[in-house]
């Protein structure tokens, strides 16, 4: 990601800090400033911005890691399932086939969210579109 050019390092340094899951404390350590100027730039619409982005930079990092390892992962779970190991117990069974649903559930979830957030930008689309007719004013009068 681009530095943002409208915070100093100090805010850059504070955001990144806070975006990685850093306290306060320890990100106002890191940038050399007061808990107090975080909690004043948390305030700003700018500071907020960039902590929102750079978690979205730590979470697309991450996400490529996880996805490449997810097949291998599911594969993993499903052996344990279907093992005839008798070291291996029922609840261990058990919480694998939680993680299987669990995973399918929340992707079944996300895919719902995403289809009607894309209807409704389409919706929206279609209304900013649509120009208004001529607008008349109802009186009393017949």
């Not at 955001?15 to 899951?21: S, T």
């Not at 990100?27 to 100027?37: D, F, Q």
């Not at 004043?40 to 930079?57: H, L, S, V």
């Not at 299987?100 to 979830?109: C, G, N, R, V």
Request: charged share 30%; hydrophobic share 40%; aromatic share 8%.
């Amino acid at each position: 990601m681009d530095r943002p050019t409208t915070l100093n390092e100090r805010q850059v340094l504070a955001a990144q800090a806070l975006a990685a899951g850093f306290t306060w404390r320890d990100a106002a350590k890191r940038a050399k400033c007061s808990t107090e100027g975080i909690r004043a730039w948390k305030q700003t619409e700018e500071f907020n911005n960039a902590i929102w982005d750079y978690q979205q930079e730590i979470f697309h990092r991450s996400f490529g890691v996880t996805s490449q390892a997810l097949p291998e992962a599911i594969q993993k779970l499903r052996e344990i399932i279907d093992t005839e190991d008798p070291d291996i117990g029922v609840s261990v069974k058990v919480q694998a086939i939680k993680i299987l649903i669990d995973s399918a559930h929340k992707q079944f979830e996300a895919r719902t969210i995403e289809r009607r957030i894309e209807h409704l930008e389409a919706y929206a689309q279609r209304q900013a579109l649509n120009p208004v007719g001529e607008i008349r004013e109802i009186t009393g009068a017949a």
